[in-house]
């Protein structure tokens, strides 16, 4: 089956900011849409609400206002449910409620034609669940869009365990015609992006836990170094902790407690004392009038180092040791090639050298332990970048028994190749590298069990959250068996489930192919 022909009425039922942004983008795409909500009152504002776009986006010349006028005139409020028979697509955008959702399904049953697709746009209710009380549950199927829907271009397309295949290409087809980004996903707890993002917030609060910096120094690790749109806690502040929280507990929930989905007690506390976010006026940060800007911490300037040497034995740190040494060069540092008979005798080679002090990328043990495994106290750990050639910002770690000149030194050097450093306390793992690494373990998995393919994991985590890279695709990019290093050191250092590696990590990593082999 193709996409329906704009011919085909599409009706919305809900008329919040999911189900009023569906109408809209529908309606651009040449669809006569019919909008019904319990309250008459929300659907003219939504309407009109609209119309006032359309305009502004003439105004912009992003499409003629003739194309504005003629998108508004597809609108059409409807008052009765029974006014939507004629739709060959309804699209759910209610409460969040599963009766509610089901009661609403099993009426439209009796309205709407034989060949009408049924579709909700749940964020976390089983498709499965919601059509089993339908007589025909195949024809029921998850479009799930996220906020704001017309400038959000993802979408998931679920699928229950009833639904008919070609109910979900339709679907598919429809959403790729609208403009967007669609992706086919199995109903499993979290779909896909509510799921694979869980570790981004995760790790998050797992740091600030363990004090390795403030919620502010972090959010600036993982904007700056790993190119993330916005760190954890603004983003969940923006989302609201209450939110957030909920959705935390239902995976973690539904997956029977699975540890790797445990939800945080420093969120729990957030929500406990009300502290949800920009809403409330405080969660992470404090918002409103007389608000203080908060200070990320960054190391205090240094002066140029004397010597750099890069290790030719470093090659097991991965491809971001290459990529360093060649914005070091870019940034005239002159860095001497060296063999670990020229100065390291003991354990594996450090990616770098520079006045005593050994530097390593990251794989997922402290600085600490690393030291003491290669008999080196001048030990310095470095955190993953996103682009190694344009990020603004690193984090380093030095081992407890590191000197202070030999710490100076690593970070003189990263100042001098135009970073602004920022020192961590000696976490495993450090921020952005355990936060990708979890990432990319999350998507391996729903990969794994068959939630989705390596593309439609990348695909929505870029689109439906703007990740600066697919997980899947980073891990190509690091290296699947450093990803799979790191997280088996996590795993030993916290002793945890929730840093096993996934089946299909091991077996890329096995096979010496990327995930998207």
């Known amino acids: 089956m193709a996409a329906l022909q704009p011919a085909s009425v599409i009706a919305v039922i809900g008329s919040g900011a999911m189900g009023s942004g569906i109408a809209q983008v529908a309606a651009a795409a040449g669809h006569t849409v019919k909008l019904y909500d319990t309250r008459a009152?929300?659907?003219?504002?939504?309407?009109?609400?609209?119309?006032?776009?359309?305009?502004?986006?003439?105004?912009?010349?992003?499409?003629?206002?003739?194309?504005?006028?003629?998108?508004?005139?597809?609108?059409?409020?409807?008052?009765?449910?029974?006014?939507?028979?004629?739709?060959?697509?309804?699209?759910?955008?209610?409460?969040?409620?599963?009766?509610?959702?089901?009661?609403?399904?099993?009426?439209?049953?009796?309205?709407?034609?034989?060949?009408?697709?049924?579709?909700?746009?749940?964020?976390?209710?089983?498709?499965?669940?919601?059509?089993?009380?339908?007589?025909?549950?195949?024809?029921?199927?998850?479009?799930?869009?996220?906020?704001?829907?017309?400038?959000?271009?993802l979408v998931e397309v679920i699928s229950g365990l009833a639904t008919d295949a070609q109910v979900a290409n339709t679907v598919y087809d429809t959403a790729a015609s609208w403009g967007k980004n669609p992706v086919h996903a199995k109903s499993t707890p979290g779909f896909i992006v509510n799921r694979v993002a869980r570790p981004f917030y995760a790790e998050g609060w797992r740091l600030l836990q363990e004090q390795a910096a403030d919620a502010a120094t972090i959010d600036a690790v993982l904007r700056e170094a790993g190119g993330f749109r916005m760190g954890p806690f603004?983003?969940?502040?923006?989302?609201?902790?209450?939110?957030?929280?909920?959705?935390?507990?239902?995976?973690?929930?539904?997956?029977?407690?699975?540890?790797?989905?445990?939800?945080?007690?420093?969120?729990?506390?957030?929500?406990?004392?009300?502290?949800?976010?920009?809403?409330?006026?405080?969660?992470?940060?404090?918002?409103?009038?007389?608000?203080?800007?908060?200070?990320?911490?960054?190391?205090?300037?240094?002066?140029?180092?004397?010597y750099v040497g890069h290790s030719l034995e470093a090659g097991a740190d991965g491809r971001q040791t290459a990529a360093m040494l060649e914005r070091f060069r870019a940034h005239g540092i002159d860095v001497h090639n060296r063999t670990s008979a020229e100065g390291h005798q003991h354990g594996e080679a450090p990616a770098f050298h520079c006045n005593g002090a050994a530097i390593y990328l990251t794989d997922g043990r402290t600085a600490t332990a690393r030291a003491r495994a290669n008999r080196h106290d001048d030990t310095v750990v470095f955190d993953l970048v996103g682009d190694p050639v344009n990020a603004t910002r690193i984090a380093i770690a030095a081992a407890d028994q590191c000197s202070p000149a030999a710490c100076n030194a690593a970070v003189a050097l990263f100042q001098a190749a135009g970073f602004t450093v920022t020192r961590l306390d000696d976490v495993p793992g450090l921020a952005v590298m355990?936060?990708?690494?979890?990432?990319?373990?999350?998507?391996?998995?729903?990969?794994?069990?068959?939630?989705?393919?390596?593309?439609?994991?990348?695909?929505?985590?870029?689109k439906g959250v703007n990740y600066p890279r697919g997980p899947l695709a980073w891990a190509d990019a690091i290296g699947v068996g450093h990803i799979v290093k790191v997280l088996e050191n996590l795993a030993a250092t916290y002793g945890e489930d929730r840093y096993r590696v996934s089946p299909l990590l091991r077996r890329r990593h096995a096979a010496g192919t990327n995930i998207h082999a």
């Not at 003219?44 to 305009?55: E, M, P």
């Not at 969040?96 to 049953?109: I, T």
């Not at 999350?442 to 985590?461: F, K, L, P, R, T």
């Open 41 to 153: 009152e929300a659907v003219t504002v939504a309407l009109a609400g609209i119309g006032t776009i359309y305009s502004k986006l003439a105004d912009k010349g992003k499409m003629t206002h003739a194309e504005a006028e003629a998108a508004r005139a597809r609108l059409h409020a409807v008052t009765s449910l029974a006014d939507v028979a004629d739709a060959a697509l309804v699209v759910e955008a209610i409460v969040e409620d599963l009766d509610v959702k089901r009661g609403l399904f099993a009426e439209l049953e009796g309205i709407v034609g034989h060949d009408a697709i049924l579709a909700t746009n749940t964020s976390s209710i089983s498709i499965t669940a919601i059509g089993a009380k339908l007589r025909r549950p195949e024809r029921l199927v998850g479009m799930h869009f996220f906020n704001p829907v017309p400038l959000m271009a």
């Open 234 to 306: 603004e983003l969940m502040d923006l989302i609201g902790h209450d939110v957030n929280y909920s959705v935390t507990r239902s995976v973690f929930d539904a997956y029977y407690g699975d540890p790797r989905f445990t939800p945080s007690v420093l969120q729990q506390e957030m929500v406990n004392a009300g502290f949800l976010g920009r809403k409330s006026g405080r969660g992470c940060y404090r918002y409103g009038e007389g608000a203080q800007a908060p200070v990320v911490q960054a190391e205090a300037p240094l002066p140029r180092p004397d």
């Open 434 to 462: 355990r936060t990708v690494a979890m990432l990319a373990n999350e998507a391996a998995d729903a990969v794994h069990q068959g939630v989705c393919s390596a593309a439609a994991a990348d695909i929505a985590m870029q």
